[in-house]
């Protein structure tokens, strides 16, 4: 039968696979002999030892920080004694697959490896011996599952802690770092695969909720450098996270309650507001319109108009549809001015035209007709200019002659205010 084991199932000593211990080693060697007296199922939970040993000690080299913040979301118990002595203290508090997913996520378990023990894991629950079952663990299934273990896992160098996140962003919890230091950081992450790249956006996101110092300052500068590596997901991901900030007060367990706000201004820094649901979205254009509209209605406030349009534009061109018109009402109200003229905030909201869709352009354009707040001022020549200015640039935008015809009316409408 030897000579058709894998040879994981022959292993005497560790400089066979250097990743191993002599505890795993000891693991598989008695599978070894379980299956040579016939006993496969019990074979396969030592090989499920051998391989947790060995998966909590590539997850511990790789950093302990990380993994914790890569299981934050998962279900099951995820307590890492960081005190414990042995091994096993550290994780007797970690479920097993809470272990599997989080070493998947974090890179050091690939997927081939851990559908693996997923599948001893089924075979423990519903094929061992203490549960009746037609579908009894064969020696074949040993066999097979071995040696997808032996090429995935045991094979596998361990990791490097030089070269992982935990071990280049260990400094950032220790002092707030130089300029040099930060770029040395930053060619790092630049150079990062992209397993590495979500766990340290993960970890560098955690840092800013926490607000401590110093690695929230030094996480806020490298912010922008891993974001700029992200993926789709991950950004929604960062958007997500202030949302539930702004729904759950209660999950945000800083010292100092002000994750939301730290994480608002980092999604600012990196144009990442879009990323943010649409609920919470709409309101923060919504607060942004009303300061624009407080201004708007100051007397001798056209500087205050400047201040509030950049705090609007702060956020982005990205306004939710269900905030489309509170909005636009407040940015048109002050781009086409009153009677005596208007400020220099138009040229900070024109920025807010150059990317609507037609849908858009034909709800903006009947504005002009259909908003008390935008036609309230109309009737004086000055703000009526600037508002059959803004109707003819739509017009030239839209190529369907029914909404042409549409706008024309429109500008009719403005006309004989």
């Given at each position: 039968?030897s000579?058709?084991?894998?040879?994981?199932?022959t292993?005497?000593?560790?400089?066979?696979?250097?990743a191993?211990?002599?505890?795993?080693?000891?693991?598989?060697?008695?599978?070894?002999?379980?299956?040579?007296?016939?006993?496969?199922?019990?074979?396969?939970?030592?090989?499920?030892?051998?391989?947790?040993?060995?998966?909590?000690?590539?997850?511990?080299?790789?950093?302990?920080?990380?993994?914790?913040?890569?299981?934050?979301?998962?279900?099951?118990?995820?307590?890492?004694?960081i005190?414990?002595?042995?091994?096993?203290?550290?994780?007797?508090?970690?479920?097993?697959?809470v272990?599997?997913n989080?070493?998947?996520?974090?890179?050091?378990?690939?997927?081939?490896?851990?559908?693996?023990?997923?599948?001893?894991?089924?075979?423990?629950?519903?094929?061992s011996?203490?549960?009746?079952?037609?579908?009894?663990?064969?020696?074949?299934?040993?066999?097979?599952?071995?040696?997808?273990?032996?090429?995935n896992?045991?094979?596998?160098?361990?990791?490097?802690?030089?070269?992982?996140?935990?071990?280049?962003?260990?400094?950032?919890?220790?002092s707030?770092?130089?300029?040099?230091?930060?770029?040395?950081?930053?060619?790092?992450?630049?150079?990062?695969?992209?397993?590495?790249?979500?766990?340290?956006?993960?970890f560098?996101l955690?840092?800013?909720?926490?607000?401590?110092?110093?690695s929230?300052?030094?996480?806020?500068?490298?912010?922008?450098?891993?974001?700029?590596?992200?993926?789709?997901?991950?950004?929604?991901?960062?958007?997500?996270?202030y949302?539930?900030?702004?729904?759950d007060?209660?999950?945000?367990?800083?010292?100092?309650?002000?994750?939301?706000?730290?994480?608002?201004?980092?999604?600012?820094?990196?144009?990442?507001?879009?990323?943010?649901?649409?609920?919470?979205?709409?309101?923060?254009?919504?607060?942004?319109?009303?300061?624009?509209?407080?201004?708007?209605?100051?007397?001798y406030?056209?500087?205050?108009?400047?201040?509030?349009?950049?705090?609007?534009?702060?956020?982005?061109?990205?306004?939710?549809?269900?905030?489309?018109?509170?909005?636009?009402?407040?940015?048109?109200?002050?781009?086409?001015?009153?009677?005596?003229g208007?400020?220099?905030?138009?040229?900070?909201?024109?920025?807010?035209?150059?990317?609507?869709?037609?849908?858009?352009?034909?709800?903006?354009?009947?504005?002009?007709?259909?908003?008390s707040?935008?036609?309230?001022?109309?009737?004086?020549?000055?703000?009526?200019?600037?508002?059959?200015?803004?109707?003819?640039?739509?017009?030239?935008?839209?190529?369907?002659?029914?909404?042409?015809?549409?706008?024309?009316?429109?500008?009719?409408?403005?006309?004989?205010?």
């Amino acid at each position: 039968m030897s000579s058709t084991l894998p040879n994981i199932l022959t292993v005497t000593a560790t400089s066979q696979f250097p990743a191993t211990t002599d505890v795993e080693i000891t693991f598989l060697k008695d599978a070894k002999k379980l299956l040579d007296v016939g006993f496969p199922d019990h074979a396969l939970l030592n090989i499920w030892n051998a391989s947790v040993h060995n998966l909590r000690r590539r997850v511990e080299l790789y950093g302990i920080e990380l993994f914790n913040s890569a299981i934050k979301d998962e279900s099951g118990r995820k307590k890492y004694e960081i005190n414990g002595e042995t091994l096993t203290e550290r994780w007797a508090s970690v479920d097993d697959l809470v272990l599997i997913n989080g070493a998947i996520k974090l890179g050091v378990l690939n997927k081939k490896a851990g559908k693996a023990l997923e599948m001893i894991n089924w075979m423990r629950n519903h094929a061992s011996p203490a549960h009746a079952s037609d579908s009894k663990v064969e020696a074949e299934d040993v066999f097979g599952i071995a040696l997808i273990l032996q090429k995935n896992l045991f094979e596998s160098d361990m990791p490097d802690p030089g070269h992982s996140p935990s071990g280049l962003f260990e400094p950032i919890k220790k002092s707030l770092l130089s300029e040099d230091e930060l770029a040395l950081l930053k060619d790092q992450i630049s150079a990062f695969k992209l397993s590495d790249v979500r766990i340290t956006f993960g970890f560098l996101l955690d840092m800013i909720c926490k607000g401590e110092s110093p690695s929230v300052d030094n996480a806020q500068v490298l912010f922008n450098d891993v974001w700029k590596r992200a993926n789709e997901d991950l950004k929604c991901s960062a958007g997500q996270r202030y949302h539930t900030y702004m729904i759950d007060k209660d999950s945000d367990t800083s010292s100092d309650k002000g994750a939301k706000i730290r994480v608002l201004e980092a999604l600012i820094k990196v144009d990442g507001v879009k990323y943010i649901p649409d609920a919470a979205r709409a309101g923060l254009f919504r607060r942004a319109a009303k300061k624009l509209a407080s201004a708007k209605n100051t007397p001798y406030g056209w500087s205050e108009e400047v201040k509030a349009s950049k705090a609007l534009i702060q956020f982005g061109i990205s306004i939710p549809s269900i905030a489309f018109e509170d909005v636009y009402q407040e940015v048109l109200s002050v781009i086409c001015g009153n009677f005596w003229g208007r400020s220099e905030a138009y040229e900070v909201l024109k920025v807010l035209f150059g990317n609507l869709n037609t849908t858009q352009l034909m709800n903006l354009a009947r504005l002009f007709k259909n908003n008390s707040r935008v036609t309230s001022e109309l009737f004086q020549s000055k703000p009526k200019k600037v508002a059959l200015s803004i109707l003819s640039d739509i017009q030239g935008k839209i190529t369907i002659q029914s909404s042409k015809d549409e706008i024309d009316e429109i500008i009719e409408y403005v006309k004989n205010l």
